[in-house]
């Protein structure tokens, strides 16, 4: 009884030694072999999987008495942790809204997914453009192209049908706040409002909070909020070069990001989007119920839908938070 039960500490202790290392970062993996204890050894391994329809990390942790003699013991334990990020529910489309909107100019919207660097994951993406408003205007050169029901169709001036999805329902009502965006993922997270803005104030993982963006450093990464001020001037002339989550927001949901430039590999939740002519890998969530801008894009952009980019994203909120362990086993 004695062997056993040591033996199955030894097994727990790996675990909460691999707990510690993952805390600290979430990208290790390289676990233990045969880690001395005071009474034996504890190997522990770490992999990538799926567990409930989303991503997590296996830990695997073996604890071993007496090795070599006829006693020798062996005593397993498994725990699962969440990991690597997730797609929100309100990620409908690559560009997601439930205002009225227009774009001409050269600007192309491809929902169709694609890895980080551009190329092409077929049958795995969204529409181009998904709102509950049933308007969307589309001249001059744009190009709207995307994803429904696993087939993927190429961006035209006169987009296919199963590209774009307008007058659509959403159960429940819209997200109104970034971190209702974020939250209602098959994870079941829920973030609580000014969960993403706290993020941000920390500085976890090179996070900002600003309420003046000229003092953002770049490139961006981890969460970015900017908080413009209510009646105040709007973000002109904007730059987002860089990754992670970008909050453009404020409690009347009236700040708005304009002339926007460079190129962001993430999620974009903002109040107003005008004139994005910069590119994308991700996806954009506006929540305002009435653009101030006439169009959302008249240049020259190209933004494409990218579950990596997104997943990317939510990752940064989920390595700010303590770990979520969804299953142990002993």
Do not use: C
């Amino acid at each position: 009884y004695y062997q056993r039960q040591t033996t199955l500490n030894i097994s727990q202790a790996g675990i909460n030694l691999a707990l510690a290392e993952l805390t600290a970062n979430r990208t290790w993996r390289a676990g233990y072999t045969k880690l001395k204890t005071s009474e034996g050894t504890v190997t522990v391994s770490l992999s990538d999987v799926i567990l409930g329809g989303s991503n997590a990390v296996k830990v695997a942790s073996i604890g071993e008495t007496d090795f070599g003699s006829s006693m020798s013991r062996r005593d397993t334990s498994i725990v699962h942790v969440r990991d690597g990020g997730w797609k929100p529910n309100s990620v409908r489309g690559l560009l997601s809204l439930i205002a009225a909107g227009a774009m001409n100019g050269n600007i192309e919207l491809d929902g169709r997914n694609h890895d980080l660097v551009g190329n092409l994951i077929p049958g795995t993406g969204v529409p181009g453009i998904w709102s509950t408003n049933p308007v969307f205007s589309i001249g001059g050169s744009a190009t709207v192209g995307g994803t429904t029901g696993g087939v993927d169709y190429s961006p035209k001036k006169t987009p296919d049908p199963g590209a774009i999805a307008l007058g659509q329902m959403y159960a429940g009502g819209f997200p109104t706040t970034p971190d209702a965006v974020f939250s209602g993922a098959v994870t079941g997270l829920s973030l609580p409002d000014g969960a993403l803005k706290a993020i941000a104030q920390s500085g976890f993982n090179g996070s900002q909070y600003v309420t003046d963006p000229s003092k953002l450093k770049y490139p961006l990464k981890g969460i970015t909020y900017v908080e413009l001020p209510v009646g105040g001037s709007n973000w002109n002339s904007s730059e987002v070069e860089g990754s992670g989550g970008l909050i453009v927001h404020n409690a009347a949901s009236t700040a708005q990001i304009k002339n926007v430039k460079g190129t962001f590999k993430g999620l974009i939740v903002a109040d107003d989007v005008v004139h994005y002519h910069g590119d994308l890998y991700g996806g954009i969530v506006v929540l305002g119920k009435v653009l101030g801008g006439n169009v959302f894009g008249n240049g020259n952009a190209r933004l494409r839908y990218s579950d990596m980019a997104i997943r990317m994203a939510t990752g940064e909120v989920q390595g700010a938070m303590p770990l979520d362990i969804v299953a142990w086993w002993e």
